[in-house]
């Protein structure tokens, strides 16, 4: 592996998920002993406590972090970064739903993906964990023309690893026994957890459970308003396992996926699987080398139709609510 320092940015350093992600980057979590360095964005008022941040990462004598820069000036932070990890928007409180969050966070997208596409390395890939992700994602791509679109994706991750783990709790099977497991659509409560491609121990995973009910009226909600049920319980978002999922997927999008298992990632779809092109989606793919593939000929049936049906037309409201507002 290479030993040149690889140019990681984050935004919204400063905020909970930051708080976790930091270090874990800075500790191998992304990629073993190759050192990092960090470029981490925030807005004006939260730079003071960045730099107490900073402080307890050098406290920490981490042997391959290579450097840290810290600023307000996006232009200036993400010049040359190799991975731009876009966490920092202003975060569902109880009750609000992610369209609130559109026009709040729609303008940093805006400015981040002028910025990328001004400065960032040729090789950049852009991850997108800032909410609403996936029309974030949209929002940034779209504002940075000479980027291949390729290059970004939005967080689905922990839906991913959520799933993963319920079908785990259900069954009794170990979480590495569960394969293909595939978020569709959006990051949200219309997501779409499909267990019916997924496998337990190489046997489908929708007949080990054998319970069609569990499945649409426990599995599906569960996974799908968890980040609901963590902001009822914690009195604010999922954070340390947001910065895990974002880094699982970062790891598997450079590296590939260490396992061979097909990971979920929303990225600009194609119009595999009827998804309307250009929309940022949720797919199963495979990675390696940086690259992603959407996983090609799995059979949809009725239930399944339906639920990627509703939670793409979410989508692509939230595309036309975007488009209204300027914003792409
Ligand atoms: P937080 O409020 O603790 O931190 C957000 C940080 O972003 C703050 O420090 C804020 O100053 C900073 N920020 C705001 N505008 C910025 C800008 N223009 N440039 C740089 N920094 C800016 O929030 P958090 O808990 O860390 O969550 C961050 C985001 O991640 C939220 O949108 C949240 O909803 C989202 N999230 C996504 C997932 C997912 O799975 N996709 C999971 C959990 C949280
Ligand atoms: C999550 O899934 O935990 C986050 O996206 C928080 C939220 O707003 O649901």
Redesign the pocket.
Known sequence: MSSTPLKVAV?????????SLLFRLASGALLGDRPIELRL???T??LK??EGVVMELDDCAFPNLAGVEIG?D?EKIFDGVNLALL??????GPGMERGD?LSA?GA?FT??GKALNKVAADDVRIG??????NTNALIAMTNAPDIPQERFS??????HNRAISQLAAKTGAAVTDIKKMTIWGN?SATQYPDVFHAEIAGKNAAEVVDDQAWIADTFIPTVAKR?AAIIEARG????A??AS??IDAARDWLLGSATGDWVSMAVVSDGSYGVPEGLISSFPVTTKGGDWEIVQGLEIDDFSRAKIDASTAELADERAAVTELGLI
Do not use: K, W
């Open positions: 935004t919204g350093a400063a905020g909970q998920i930051g708080y964005l925030e807005i008022p939260a406590a960045l307000d996006a966490v920092g928007a202003r975060p569902r969050l966070n940093i400015a981040q997108v964990t800032g909410n609403p992700a939005a967080l689905t991750r922990l839906d990051h980040g604010s978002s999922s954070a396992s947001a999922a974002t």
